[in-house]
């Protein structure tokens, strides 16, 4: 079966809504690596969207799986409970950032951690609106989709978004809006659109994922705490994308020494299996009622002994230190192509969740078609990359963290004569 007839069954039969980067339709993977159906071998610089930070198939993950699949596959948490949902959340109240009392919900997806966050909270303070970031993604769902700064694809042809959610500049200092902006912009819609006092929340990424792989300063981050705490106002920080040791720490937060209220997990948590979570201040989770929260596949027992493996690993494998080794390679291999390839304009992020960007040599402006070439040109040699930001001139590496050193090299290797090849191509 050839990768066309692939594509062609599934343009018969799968929604043109489900974008598809690549055209490679995997049969198996191993660690960091992907073989397609024709036996062709990709290094995978995607991890499922940052999924599979532990590597895919880990064996302790894989192991743990089994051992579950011979006890139960599913008897809803709510029905018949078990002892590794409640121990699972006993451990991540133990490692969310915050040093008080915690609580913790288990549910499927990233989008449904983050409309549960936004549930508990307008319970916890009886207020409804919710302020987001521009460029910052949370999800496909409704509330997911009018939290998240950007309309194309995401937005655009679905109609009224829910109401009471409100945007302000994220600070991207290479864009023209610094920490300050930002906060004079929030101050201003404190005074022109909503009243503070009816915030029940600000939800960040303290890391953006889709919105570009841009940091949020520390003191830009204190500053929202203030003004959280001084306005009775929750802050959650979305932590999807940028958990479980990506950064170089467990959580983002951890940087910077900034306790949200509420954080929710997701991707990296269960190495591949379905299983998010939001942990918070216990008095805030609680404020919901009894039924209020929960789902039937919610904490779905497989998940669960996904995540505990995961978290083992990351532990035994010291993959916080490994992050930030293996990031410092990636930004100072791409920093030694700048005099060659000067549509290089920035190089960034902390631990392993970096990022390059792009401009036109020409006009000086974003150049999402670099990017693209750029990507194209891997993806033939062998290397799966994702391109992301609010102009699509972002490649953004998420490769797993357990990646092998001589893969690791190759892959660096094919990203330094891609991105050559591209310049020298324009």
Known sequence: MTAITLTERKNAAVSRGVGVTTQIYADRAENSEIWDKQGRRYIDFASGIAVVNTGHRHPRVIAAVRDQLDRFTHTCHQVVPYETYVRLAERLNELAPGNFAKKTIFVTTGAEAVENAVKIARAATSRSAVIAFGGGFHGRTFMGMALTGKVVPYKVGFGAMPGDVFHVPF????????????LAALKKLFAADVDPQRVAAIIIEPVQGEGGFYAAPAAFLRALREICDQNGILLI??????????????????HHEVAPDLTTMAKGLAGGFPLAAVTGRAEIMD????????????????????????????QDEELCDRANQLGARLKQRLESLRERAPEIVDIRGPGFMNAVEFNDKASKLPSADFANKVRLIALEKGLILLTCGTFGNVIRFLSPITIQDDVFGEALDILEASILEASADI
Do not use: C, W
Not at 174 to 179: F, N, T
Not at 237 to 242: G, I, P, S
Not at 289 to 313: E, F, K, Q
């Open 171 to 182: 600070p991207v200092e290479l864009h023209g809006v610094s920490a300050e902006q930002s």
């Open 237 to 254: 920080a979305d932590e999807v994308q940028t958990g479980f040791a990506r950064t170089g720490k467990m959580f983002a937060m951890d």
């Open 287 to 314: 404020a919901p009622g009894p039924g209020g929260l929960g789902g039937t596949y919610g904490g779905n027992p497989i998940g669960i002994a996904a995540a505990h493996a995961v978290l083992d690993v990351i």
